[in-house]
């Protein structure tokens, strides 16, 4: 073989071979755009699916425009908690007072004034002096009796007792005693002499402090006042007028 005839072989070799070549790279090249179409392009039963259910609510919107009705019957929301109503000014309840109606006070009551001294204490000479010249006499059980008949011992206006327990007065040896205070007492229960009652210990609580240059105080210890003195009438006559009540036959 002459080197024409190798040359002519060795290029016919060479075109065929880059013909291949070129053939082969397109023949990859198509595929890879086959892979790539069929990767992006949606899968046809889930397309199916999908485009059924849209199928199927734009039937039921369909049907439900048409019967007016909703044919799927959705659950309707939870109706919101009850809420507490806010009672208005106007239509509030009547106060526990207003449905009882008046308090009846108690009964007896028992009233009582303290004569205390502005500084130091009472001795006993002064004592008897002082309850002397205000109608106060020793009695039983030891204390001061006012009574409302001088021949009757039998049921004292008021008592006067020592402030400090168990409140006796040592009456054969008063002028060695010695005393903080004196309490006037008395009980009411709505008779129709209690207003009496009261004042006459209001005039003795009077005279025993203008006596013995003391104080006058309530119950409670505060300074009697002209207001707590009305407070005191308005009191006993409050229960005479339930005792009457109490008593009426109707």
């Known amino acids: 073989m002459d080197a024409d005839t190798l040359r002519s072989l060795l290029i016919v070799a060479g075109g065929l071979l880059l013909g291949g070549l070129y053939f082969w790279e397109r023949r990859r090249d198509r595929s890879n755009e086959d892979e790539s179409y069929k ?15 849209w199928a199927g609510e734009t039937d039921d919107k369909v049907n439900s425009m048409a019967t007016g009705s909703d044919v799927r019957e959705q659950p309707e929301p ?3 908690p009850d809420q507490p109503n806010q009672p208005e000014l106007e239509l509030a ?18 009233l009582s004034f ?22 106060v006499e020793p009695g039983e059980m030891d204390i001061f009796h006012r009574y409302a008949a001088t021949e009757s011992t039998e049921h004292p206006l008021f008592s006067i007792a020592n402030m400090v327990k168990p409140g006796i007065f040592p009456f054969g040896d008063m002028d060695e005693f010695e005393s903080p205070g004196l309490t006037l007492f008395s009980q009411v229960e709505g008779a129709s002499d209690d207003p009496s009652r009261l004042e006459a210990m209001l005039t003795a609580a009077h005279c025993l402090a203008d006596e013995l240059k003391a104080e006058i105080r309530d119950e409670t210890r505060e300074l009697l006042t002209p207001e707590s003195e009305e407070r005191l009438r308005d ?6 007028a339930w005792r009457l009540t109490d008593l009426d036959p109707r």
């Open 39 to 53: 990767e992006d392009k949606p899968d046809d039963d889930k397309r199916e699916l999908r485009l059924g259910a």
């Open 235 to 240: 009191r006993v006559h409050e229960l005479i």
């Open 93 to 110: 309840p009547p106060a526990a007072s207003d449905r009882r109606g008046p308090v009846r006070p108690k009964s007896p009551v028992v």
């Open 78 to 80: 939870p109706l919101p």
């Open 114 to 135: 303290h004569i205390t001294p502005k500084k130091g204490t009472f001795d006993g000479e002064a004592i008897v002096r002082a309850v002397g010249q205000c109608g």
